[in-house]
Each structure stands twice: as structure tokens, then as C-alpha cells.
DNA sequence: AAATCTACTTGCCATAGGACAAGAAATAAA
DNA sequence: TTTATTTCTTGTCCTATGGCAAGTAGATTT
């Protein structure tokens, strides 16, 4: 299992104790366009995405929607404040190719969690990780211009721009369909 | 120490256990200016904030400061990825008034972690509500005009505008001191 | 009290990006 | 292969916000 591989790293976790948080997870496939989570539900796993990209949206007062990220191979697809706290969530998450993944569940997570303290160490970087992140996101925002925002995106995580529409990245960056189509072609010429 | 109480609040967790926790904390007053945290300095704890008020900030490549967030009563200074990841930070955190707080260092903290589970539980619940908050910026950085953003702040966090001076609430909210002056004049005008 | 400083306001003009509408072009459906 | 549907591009015009510079008002220092 690759992805889980990549994914679960951390110097206290042992192979024993990976083997077991491995055995934790079930193999599931997507289709295009399938939901991992949709608005109102309280999210019960997280998946590890093996195979392929999904997307995360919310939907905003005009009914417009809005990506709020995409999660490729190696990355884990989950709204932690649904699947933490138990609430319903806001956000959609959706299949935006076929993908392979691997799920686990909130008790078998929560048991493993509290049994393997190299998990729970684990859990906490992934965490910090993630905010740090998505602070550096929010940073660019307000700094930088939309075709930086575009450029940064291109350089970071090619994989986006081949498997996503233009339309969802747009609300990614924060801009219209329209600005972005015109980004690239801006982009185009300064070659 | 009520805004430890206010702020440690779980389920699972005693009264003996949030005696333990408090008295991991060491009390701190913080004069305006001084910085719990600078750029390129490794974390090796956070700060319960029971007075007054703090701002973190980043710079942005053409040197200007970005306000990342405002820490007020009965919240949490830290840079999570600095400290729990022990690497060097690239944030600023600076009392924005005098300050009272309650520190504790990394090593205690990582004692009580990983002894008591209710303690382990709020720390993730804690991450993922900020994961949560931070989300919701970046969406309303998105779909709110700047009007509207300053509307909400001053709704859902009006301390802010009281403590902190005009030209870091702008960064905050994305836009020039200039813009932010004129957002208030409009918005006093509509009244 | 004069002299600095910092915080904020205001005016003028520039510009990035939005709104809307009309094509192309590609993909899917019939 | 013809028709629909979705995706992307392009044109025109508009608006929110930025850049810069000058001015006012408090606050702090000398």
C-alpha cells in the first residue's frame, strides 16, 4: 500500500504498528462524481486517496460554489470538524475523476489513535501541517495577484491544473472563470 | 484561572486533571510591543491570553507586514507548526497592548498530552476548530467584498476593532489602511 | 510649547478583476 | 452523425480597490 506509506510517516511508528493502522483501512473505488461527504451528513471516516483527485466545496450565499481544495494521490480527503466533533458538516466532497482510495473509520481511527502514540503524534503533525498550509494560503490572497496565485498553483501542484476544469480552479484562486481563462492566455504569450 | 477554564473545556476531562493542567502554566505579563515569537526562533510553548491582546504577522516578499490573525481573551497564541514540528518559524506574535497570560512549555505539555486523554482529545478538537475557522476566512476572502468582511469582523469579533489600530486590521482583511478608511466612513454614512 | 511621530482621512487617478453576453470547441448523448 | 451539454475563450463595459500624495489630529518627546 503506497499511498498509506506516504502517507502515515513518523519516526515512533514501528512496522508492526503500521501494518496494524494499515489493516484498519478498506480499499474503496470512486467514480467520477461520486460524493465522499455531502452538506448536512456527519462524517464517519477519512479517506487516503490512492488513485486520482477529489474536490472539496462549499456552496456561498449567491449559491455560488466554491472550492475550498483539491486532494490528489498521497493526500487524505476529510473535513476534520465533522468527522472531530461529530457535527454536520458545510462542505462537499466529490470525486472529480475515478479514484482509488482507502477508508477508515471514526472507531477504528479513534482506537488505533489512542493505542499507537507514534499515530497520535502523527495525527497532531498532519494537523499543524494542515493549517500551516492553508495559513500560507490565505496569506497569498491577500498578497499576491491572481496570476501569481495561478503561477504558484502551476509550480506547486501541476497535478491540479491537468485533472481539475478551469472553472473549479477559478474559485480556488479566488476569480472568475472569465479572469482565469484570460491568465493563461496572458501566460501563453509570455513565452 | 478563569480563562483557563474558559479555554480547557472538555468532556473528558476532571477537575484533578484541569488542576494538572493549570499548574503546568506559568503566568506572564506582556508589556505592548514585546514579542512572544520571531521569525526564524524555534516554539517551545504557547500562551493562554487572559488580558489584552496580540497580533501575528508575516512578512510578504515586497516587505510589508500581514496580519495572519488577532489573539485575544481566552485564546491560544501559538504557532503550531513551529512548535510542534521544532522547526524555525516564519511568523511574528507581538502584544498589541499590555498582556496577561499563561505559558506553557512544549515539554510539559507533551507530559500531560500524552497522560491524560481528555487532554489529547481538546488538543485536536482545539486544531481542527481552527483548521475550521481559518477555512471559513479564506471562503469569506473569496465571496465577501471587502465591506462585507469588515462588517463580519466587527460583528463576530468587535475587540479587534476596538484594540487593534486601523492599518493592521486592513491587512488582516486584505486590503490598504486607505480602503479601510473609507469602508468606515461609508459604513457610518449608512446609518 | 514646540517639535516629532504615528494614526487616520481624503482626493485624484490607475488598474485588476467582475458582470454579462456571445461565440468556439470539445464532450457526451441520442 | 446530429443534437445537446459542458467547457473554455473573447469582447465590451463597469466597479471595487490600490497607489500615491497631501492634510489633519492626537499622542509622545524634548
Redesign the pocket.
Known amino acids: 500500500m503506497p499511498a498509506l506509506q506516504t502517507i502515515y510517516q513518523h519516526p515512533l511508528l514501528t512496522l508492526s504498528e503500521l501494518e496494524t493502522i494499515f489493516e484498519a483501512h478498506q480499499p474503496v473505488n470512486l467514480n467520477k462524481g461520486d460524493y465522499l461527504l455531502k452538506k448536512g451528513q456527519v462524517a464517519n471516516s477519512y479517506s487516503c486517496i490512492v488513485q486520482g483527485m477529489v474536490r472539496s466545496y462549499v456552496y456561498d450565499f449567491n449559491g455560488n460554489d466554491i472550492t475550498t481544495g483539491f486532494i490528489g494521490k498521497d493526500e487524505i480527503a476529510i473535513d476534520v470538524i465533522s468527522l472531530f466533533h461529530q457535527i454536520p458538516t458545510v462542505e462537499y466532497i466529490q470525486a472529480l475523476t475515478d479514484c482509488k482510495c482507502y477508508v477508515i473509520g471514526l472507531d477504528q481511527f479513534q482506537v488505533l489513535y489512542h493505542a499507537i502514540k507514534g499515530f497520535n503524534e502523527w495525527g497532531r503533525l498532519w494537523m499543524s501541517e494542515s493549517l500551516f498550509q492553508l495559513k500560507q494560503r490565505t496569506v497569498s490572497m491577500i498578497t499576491d ?3 501569481d496565485r495561478y503561477k504558484k498553483l502551476q509550480e506547486q501542484h501541476p497535478q491540479i491544473l491537468q485533472q481539475a ?3 473549479f480552479i477559478a474559485t480556488y484562486l ?6 482565469l ?2 491568465i ?2 496572458e501566460i501563453v504569450k509570455e513565452r
Chains 1, 2 share one sequence.
Open positions: 495577484s491572481a496570476i476544469p478551469l472553472k479566488g476569480i472568475t472563470d472569465t479572469s481563462s484570460r493563461r492566455k
